[in-house]
């Protein structure tokens, strides 16, 4: 074990580590900045159990029904060995019906219905790297495949809902999603997260063929959303660049490398161990819990409650400390430059004196003061 393994062990306390998933990895592109966030993340920190014992609410929590929902909605997407998704990609991606065949390795090796995620990432790299070859059938749906990932030097599991070999010598990442596609637009943010799961995807794809000297071209940038047409349960599959999601993914990737530095800041014997006691009942005290917290750096946004378990804590932290950010979006943009609300607050009333970068803003805010002022004398 390296000592950097080591010291996130020392983080993470006693439990089992939690892998990076397409989730996780869509949320490092979503809020970059945040230590804390990539740190607990990369020590494999179980963030929903750390906010269900400080007793926060829990933002991403699906219902049970959204959940079943999901599920009804792949699955009948994908019954009858895909038959529904064939003519989708068909015209989605230009595939001809009688070239398509499909193969589910949600069951390789097994009589029930899942297999372990090894022996299905295996499988699943000896059926692309052969249809790479052109060895195997060149027109196949591979369902439930298992890739690869390397984050931070680990090897994450990711779990792609479907793979489509391959048009032209080139791999399709299919995501089937169940929320709806209405008169052909999406919900712009959920199509964004969907695009920054599927940008693992391709570049878990990209790293597979890169074994074989494959060149990264070898799979699309454009990703098939399959989704819910208008109200209806209907399937409609739309082709969407993810380009810009892949860039950002590489990028912050890349950005990993840096966790020693993170580290570094943090005192050594910091851990976010819950201690769980006999009854496997987290025992750690929140207070202890809370100062650990404090330890790394956040950097909260309004848009963390879409994709971090800590968004209520980190929101409250940022409420004590007078963070624009605590007051919604639109301030935090508004006021982008100035650290606290203080600072806003005496920068308006001449109490500080603006630096030169706070001139403009300066401005703004002593006017938006003044029309406070006459709005109030003329209501009085
Ligand atoms: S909620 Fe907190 S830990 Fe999570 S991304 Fe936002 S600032 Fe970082």
């Known amino acids: 074990m390296s ?14 580590p939690i892998p990076h998933n397409a989730r996780t990895l869509a949320a490092l592109t979503a809020n970059p900045s945040c230590e804390r966030r990539s740190l607990l993340d990369a020590a494999g920190i179980d963030k929903d159990a750390l906010a269900a014992h400080l007793g926060l609410p829990r933002p991403l929590r699906k219902s049970q029904l959204a959940l079943d929902y999901g599920l009804a909605f792949e699955r009948q997407v994908t019954a009858q060995a895909g038959a529904p998704l064939v003519p989708l990609l068909r015209q989605a991606l230009g595939l001809s019906v009688p070239e398509v065949s499909y193969e589910d390795v949600n069951s390789v090796g097994s009589d029930d219905d899942t297999s372990p995620l090894r022996l299905r990432r295996v499988h699943t790299r000896s059926r692309i790297r052969r249809a790479a070859h052109g060895r195997s059938d060149p027109r196949t749906l591979l369902d439930h495949p298992v890739l690869h990932l390397t984050v931070a030097g680990h090897q994450a599991y990711l779990e792609p809902d479907v793979i489509a070999f391959q048009r032209e010598g080139v791999f399709y990442v299919v995501e089937i999603k169940s929320f709806p596609v209405i008169h052909g637009q999406p919900d712009p943010i959920k199509a964004t997260a969907a695009l920054t799961q599927a940008a693992a995807y ?53 950005r990993l490398r840096r966790l020693p530095e993170l580290l570094d800041k943090v005192p050594p014997d910091t851990t976010f161990d819950l201690a769980p006691g006999p009854d496997q009942k987290p025992t750690r005290p929140r207070g202890e819990l809370v100062a650990a917290l404090a330890t790394v750096r956040p950097n909260y946004t309004p848009g963390c409650r879409h994709h971090c378990d800590l968004a209520f804590h980190c929101r409250t932290e940022a409420r004590h400390q ?8 639109a301030v935090r943009e508004d006021l982008a430059g100035i650290d606290t609300i203080a600072t806003a607050l005496a920068l308006t009333d001449g109490h500080l004196h603006p630096s030169r970068g706070q001139k403009d803003l300066t401005q703004a805010l002593r006017h938006a003061q003044r029309i406070h002022a006459d709005l109030q004398t003329d209501t009085a």
């Open 202 to 254: 391709v570049l878990a794809l990209r790293e597979l063929l890169a074994e074989d000297a494959l060149p990264p071209e070898r799979v699309s940038d454009t990703v098939v959303l399959v989704n819910p047409r208008n109200f209806t349960r209907y399937p409609t599959a739309t082709p969407f660049s993810a380009h810009k999601q892949i860039k950002n993914l590489s990028r912050h990737l890349g």
């Open 322 to 329: 007078g963070k624009p950010a605590a007051l919604g979006t």
């Open 3 to 16: 000592s950097l393994d080591e010291r996130l062990g020392v983080l993470r306390g006693t439990a089992a």
